[in-house]
């Protein structure tokens, strides 16, 4: 059992936490049975898997040690201690592993060319919110994601937890310059829909094309000057109360089930 700060698997497990670290390893941290179980489910490359004694009394996590086994990934057993200082949970369940982030699908030409509902993110700085978002538009039906610069990393692990498992199934691209996500959007004929409150419409009252790309945006400052130029339509959702706005998962989650039920 590993119980030293100086052990290299700690110390690059241990920089998987900042984005930087993330970035320069090309991995990323899962934490707890269900994402372990979900990111297995979903053939995600799993490169390193440490546990600690908690793990002992959950069955299901056992089940996990066992699965990540047969597919070569050779579990270590950290001290309690050490393994909480790698968690971020309150009550770790006493699993964590590094799985490889995915090669960048932006410059695989399909990426651009195919689906018909695209979903942009500008500075979504909340991490809950970022994963809420996530979740949502998986189950919306959502066909790509685009994180824009400015955006928390969606690979922080608190969007994970947040996102549950979402993060595993929608194609997602991180990191995008606004002029090179606009080019390719333009080239491929998709209607931009932008969400704000000035010099808007009332979300009801539009037609929505079949492909639609819907821009949300920072939780303080909204979207940026160059998207709302850049709209083809500029929606809002009506306020009957005294809140001035209302969260940006939830209205995310609202403008994408109009665009989806005006579909069915």
């Known amino acids: 059992m590993f119980s ?6 700690f110390k690059q497990l241990k920089s998987l936490g900042t984005r930087s670290g993330r970035a320069k390893s090309g991995l990323y941290l899962l934490e707890g049975v269900r994402l372990v179980e979900e990111a297995i489910a979903a053939a995600i490359p ?4 440490v546990y600690s004694s ?19 990934v050779n579990p270590q057993p950290f001290a309690d201690k050490l393994f909480c200082e790698l968690a971020s949970t309150e009550r770790p369940q006493g699993i964590l592993v590094a799985a490889r982030l995915p090669l960048t699908l932006a ?11 695209w979903l942009l993110i ?9 994963g809420t978002i996530l979740r949502t ?9 685009v994180a824009l610069k400015g955006t928390v990393d969606p ?8 996102a549950m498992g979402a993060i595993f199934r929608l194609p997602l691209v991180s990191e995008q310059g606004n002029e090179l996500v606009l080019t390719k959007l333009r080239q491929q004929g998709v209607q931009l829909v932008v969400s704000a409150l ?55 989650g609202v403008l994408l089930a109009k665009i989806v039920e005006d579909r069915i």
């Open 54 to 72: 908690h793990l002992e009394r959950n069955q299901r996590g056992l089940e996990c040690l066992n699965a990540l086994a047969s597919m070569g």
């Open 46 to 49: 799993i490169e390193h898997a």
């Open 155 to 162: 690979y922080n692990e608190k969007v994970i937890r947040s």
């Open 107 to 117: 410059s695989k030409a399909g990426f651009w060319s195919e689906g018909k509902l």
């Open 4 to 9: 030293s700060r100086q052990n290299p698997l």
């Open 198 to 252: 000035a010099e808007s419409v009332p979300y009801n009252q539009v037609n929505y094309a079949e492909r639609l790309a819907l821009v949300v945006g920072n939780e303080g400052a909204g979207v940026a000057p160059f998207w709302l130029e850049a709209a083809d339509a500029i929606v809002q959702i009506p306020i009957l109360g005294q809140a001035e706005s209302l969260n940006v998962a939830v209205a995310t």
């Open 137 to 145: 538009a998986e189950a919306l039906g959502v066909d790509r994601v």
């Open 122 to 130: 500008d500075g979504v700085q909340d991490p809950g919110n970022l």
